[in-house]
């Protein structure tokens, strides 16, 4: 079905916060010493800055993005390349929105995103994937249950650790594992490893891609599955269904207007219509996927390179 990409953009950051909202865990994330995200009550902040600095900015500024989160949460710094690859990808969410109309412009954000939080042990090509996953839903030439096949078509020749459990998850959906099982292979003692949550997403949100209560509640049933899993399966299935596909009941809780505040502000500045420092609050931007509109920070002769 098609949406704009007003309510697709809105969609995938309210996506993050109505599923982190079904966490029932304290802290999330595992004590693995060298990586350190923040406590889950602050693990949107680098998100939500990033978003307003490129509505501020009108492109990737690393040096803004960093002053934004210095006046919103100062401790976030602390985690300049030393977070996973599934954090970062959530950070990165508004990037991929945002340059999500030409694969090199995105891929080159991302790569600077990834130089600025990423671990070293961590492997930037896993950010390319869900850059990619992202882009290939906002252009509506994407099915759900086709993504586990489109990523590891893709990942030939960089081949990473989120592949291999792709490609296990993959095996899992043709044999109709159930779910129960599933999460019984993906133990307690592997969620640690860096890389699942991120495979975890995919394999949830290509599961039941049409029903955004289904994917979640999927997601959340896994006693000891990580809830950053559950914020990246949210964002993708919030880009699929588009804002008018999430629940009223929670997407009208008072957490979630900032996020669909700056989906709007994010999309209108993408789409060139407004001057990137202007609040737009109440103005309405829409586009259907596939369409873009002139602006300073993307100039490229086409606009359907892929």
């Known amino acids: 079905m098609r949406y704009s990409l007003l309510s697709r953009f809105q969609g995938g950051l309210l996506g993050t916060q109505i599923a982190q909202q079904q966490s029932g865990q304290g802290n999330p994330f595992p004590p693995t010493g060298q990586k350190q995200p923040l406590p ?16 501020q900015c009108g492109r990737l500024d690393l040096a803004h993005w960093c002053e934004q989160l210095r006046l919103e949460q100062p401790s976030a710094l602390d985690l300049k390349q030393r977070a996973s690859a599934s954090h970062t990808a959530l950070w990165i969410l508004p990037i991929a929105l945002y340059f999500h109309d030409h694969r090199q412009s995105l891929h080159d954000n991302v790569r600077q995103a990834a130089a600025l939080w990423l671990h070293p042990q961590e492997n ?93 509640k999927r997601a959340a049933r896994g006693q000891n599955t990580p809830s950053i899993a559950l914020a990246l399966t949210g964002a993708l299935a919030g880009l699929y269904n588009s804002a008018y596909g999430l629940p009223p009941r929670w997407r009208a809780h008072p957490q979630v207007d900032r996020a669909k505040q700056q989906g709007e502000r994010l999309f209108a500045t993408w789409s060139g219509v407004y001057q990137s420092h202007r609040r737009t609050e109440g103005v309405r931007a829409v586009a259907a996927a596939g369409a873009i509109q002139p602006r300073a920070s993307l100039k490229i002769i086409s606009h359907h390179s892929c």
């Open 124 to 216: 930037a090509d896993d950010l390319f994937l869900w850059a990619d996953a992202i882009a290939w839903i906002l252009r509506e030439n994407l099915t759900g249950p086709d993504l586990l096949d489109r990523l590891l078509e893709t990942a030939e020749g960089r081949w990473t650790p989120t592949c291999q459990h792709l490609k296990e998850l993959r095996t899992l959906c043709d044999r109709a594992v159930p779910l129960e099982a599933v999460l019984d292979r993906f133990s307690t003692s592997r969620f640690s490893t860096s890389p699942i949550p991120l495979a975890l997403a995919f394999y949830f949100f290509a599961s039941t891609p049409e029903d955004f209560c289904l994917c979640i």
């Open 40 to 55: 889950s009550r602050d693990r949107d902040i680098p998100l939500l800055c990033a978003a307003e600095s490129l509505i």
